[in-house]
């Protein structure tokens, strides 16, 4: 009987536990690490950040689920792995025959002065606990409201869903006419997000901040922070009463402790998201390494969306469970194309990019584009209800799910290996 570890209850660890143990069944044993005993679905907690609705509503209980769907659940904390003997250091020692670490990553405020400790975030539930108390209070007393991004984020719809969110949060209140509203971002232009080259993405996104009232500006690097001001590397400086930034992640410090990472702590992963160079290690989600696709005044990063992780995770139990035998089947690799909907308040956006990874050889995408309407808030509503259904469930990736994304939206979620998958690093 072998013993997979899966490091991480988040999008990609909890999905992956559930998708080994419908590959494997009972004839090996699936084991999961969390710091923390609920399962928290990230892309809901702009919502919980502005207070209209609560934490729990976008929470799981882990242990009750493990439980439930026959997988071992382990707290704690990870604090090194030994991947030539194969095991696990927490509060005890773990061994592995395989392991999937999906830890996600972790914040990294350090590198502006100031980020984190007089901005708000809404990457984490103790921090958006924190922002929604905060903001709350400066409705009481409103002043300037500075929203974006740091040098080296990678994913920026949350923050455009914040600041379109929190400006509609503010005309509800009636108190639109007392705050000015900034978005400022690394990126090159409003709606780059990250992946350039989207069709409509800067129109549509560029047209719905101008209709709001929102100044924004781009190229923007923000090089620190005090209390009430932001300061820019061209000298700029933008007071605020309340500001949420997004930091640039970097990877979870075992990863690096242990030898793993590179030097920013991501996972060095093959297309089959197996280890560059243990094989029985596999990366899914933010922990992983993606080549960079941007080349910009400003540094910023590779999205990695919450679609991406789920088809990463997929493929990573899948090819475990043909590494054991337990499926007659090719290796898959996930195609790492993308769907976000975007909230925005009385519309929506959704970006779509297919692959969000261009091909290597030809720089192109099959295609990307952004479509506007009010039915992506109702279809990212309707998606959350959904995906917290098949977590307690206990269903990963289910075929339906897979044949809904293609019909409606021409996206697949992996392809089967080719030989240069098995040896070639992602999009290096």
Same mark, same amino acid.
């Given at each position: ?126 921090h958006v606990l924190e922002a929604r108390t905060a903001w709350e209070t400066f409705c009481q007393q ?173 493929? +990573?139990?899948?090819n475990i469970a043909v590494e054991l035998g337990s499926i007659a089947k090719p290796l898959q690799v ?35 584009? +952004? ?58």
């Amino acid at each position: 009987m072998a013993q997979i570890v899966v490091i991480g209850a988040g999008l990609g660890g909890l999905p992956a536990a559930y998708e080994l143990r419908h590959y494997l069944g009972k004839a090996h044993q699936v084991i999961l690490i969390s710091e923390f005993p609920q399962f928290t679905f990230v892309p809901g907690l702009v919502q919980v950040g502005l207070g209209h609705i609560p934490l729990d509503h976008m929470q799981l209980n882990v242990p009750m689920l493990a439980k439930r769907h026959g997988f071992k659940w382990v707290q704690g904390k990870v604090q090194k792995i030994d991947p030539l003997q194969k095991r696990i250091y927490t509060h005890e020692t773990l061994n592995y025959d395989y392991l999937i670490i999906a830890s996600g990553a972790e914040l990294a405020n350090d590198l502006v002065p100031g980020l984190g400790i007089y901005t708000h975030s809404i990457c984490t539930p103790s921090h958006v606990l924190e922002a929604r108390t905060a903001w709350e209070t400066f409705c009481q007393q409103p002043g300037d409201l500075v929203v974006g991004a740091a040098p080296g984020t990678g994913c920026f719809g949350p923050a455009y869903e914040y600041v379109l969110l929190a400006e509609a949060d503010l005309r509800r209140r009636g108190i639109r006419d007392q705050v000015k509203i900034t978005y400022i971002t690394p990126e090159p232009y409003i709606g780059h997000l990250g992946i350039a080259n989207m069709a409509h993405s800067q129109t549509l996104t560029e047209a719905l901040m101008n209709k709001r009232g929102i100044a924004t500006l781009t190229n923007a690097q923000i090089v620190n922070i005090s209390s009430d001001h932001i300061f820019l590397a061209d000298g700029q400086s933008f007071g605020f009463a309340y500001s949420m930034i997004l930091p640039a992640f970097r990877g979870a410090k075992f990863v690096k402790a242990s030898g793993l990472g590179n030097e920013r702590g991501f996972l060095p992963v093959l297309p089959t998201m197996r280890h560059r160079d243990y094989p029985e290690i596999y990366g899914v989600g933010v922990s992983v390494h993606l080549g960079q696709i941007n080349d910009t005044q400003v540094s910023i990063g590779t999205p990695k969306s919450g679609q991406m992780t789920e088809a990463m995770a997929m493929v +990573a139990a899948h090819n475990i469970a043909v590494e054991l035998g337990s499926i007659a089947k090719p290796l898959q690799v996930p195609t790492l194309e993308a769907l976000c909907f975007a909230e925005y308040g009385d519309t929506g956006i959704a970006y779509i990019a297919a692959p969000v990874l261009p091909d290597r050889l030809t720089g192109k995408r099959r295609y990307s584009y +952004a479509i506007k309407g009010i039915w992506v808030n109702w279809a990212k509503a309707a998606f959350e209800k959904y995906f917290l259904a098949k977590m307690r469930l206990g269903v990963g990736l289910p075929w339906f799910e897979k044949l809904g994304l293609r019909l409606l939206f021409g996206l697949s979620m992996s392809r089967p290996a080719m030989a240069e998958d098995i040896v070639q690093p992602v999009n290096v």
